[in-house]
């Protein structure tokens, strides 16, 4: 990783915060929902919060969808399992095994699925979808599959940096809903980088977070984002290739991610 400057680590702190798309940072005193839906990711710090909560809080939801399929990063969920300090007994049963089921695997040996049930949480597993789009129209068949036709509200949880990508994905696939449904993010945390001592750059406030990407690839993923949010014609909004619903993308973010595309140029868009 190159070194930065102040105003680098500013840009990237700000596409960061605007991808993660934080509506929801404390499920404690979130409303009660219809549905809470699981994007499975190799950073488990937000389904692990979502699983502590639905322990002490089993009225926050009607269901609990695991989402995920097997897809191009489903390795790197296997390596964060193996790699983490709680699950990495698991690690051998869960190879090969579709990304959801890897968190229900999680969710069965280390959390109380009795607890989260007690008040009639269903959970609910779509194991075949490999990007945002299959996740949002998979997980509408299973949730119709079990009753629940039009919900009114859903919490969605992603990776950080695909948050706001994943919201939009969702609310393409609800579109033709009459009543509109509330979508509400929450990523679990929002990365946050800084320059360490050496002026290169670390991640900050890290503490119970595991899993996280090697810094060149969370600034590839971030830059990378941009681009497939834009409505316009290269973009996966209605403009573009349709995945999306629209997505503003405020001025002062198009700025920060063309400064950062000149410093890291070099790297691999996603």
Known sequence: MTACSPETVSDINALSEYLSDPQLDNLSSAPPVDCIIICASQVLFGAETIFHT????????????????VGHSTKLLYAAVRHHPRYSTLANSIEGLPEARVLERILDESFDRDRITAQGCQILIEDQSTNC????????????????????????????????????SFEMAYGD???????LSFPGFVPEVQLSDNGLLEYKHTEGVSGLWELDRFVDLILGEIPRIRDDKEGYGPRGRGFISHVDLPADIELAWSRLRVIFEHHRVR
């Not at 639905?54 to 399929?69: I, N």
């Open 54 to 69: 639905l322990e002490k809080r089993p009225d926050l939801t009607k269901s609990l969808v695991l989402c995920g399929g």
């Open 133 to 168: 789009g299959q996740n949002a129209s998979f997980s509408r068949h299973v949730l119709e599959q079990a009753g629940f036709q039009e919900p009114k509200s859903c919490i969605i949880n992603q990776d950080p940096t695909m948050v706001l990508r994943t919201k939009a």
């Open 177 to 183: 809903i009459l009543s509109k449904v509330s979508f």
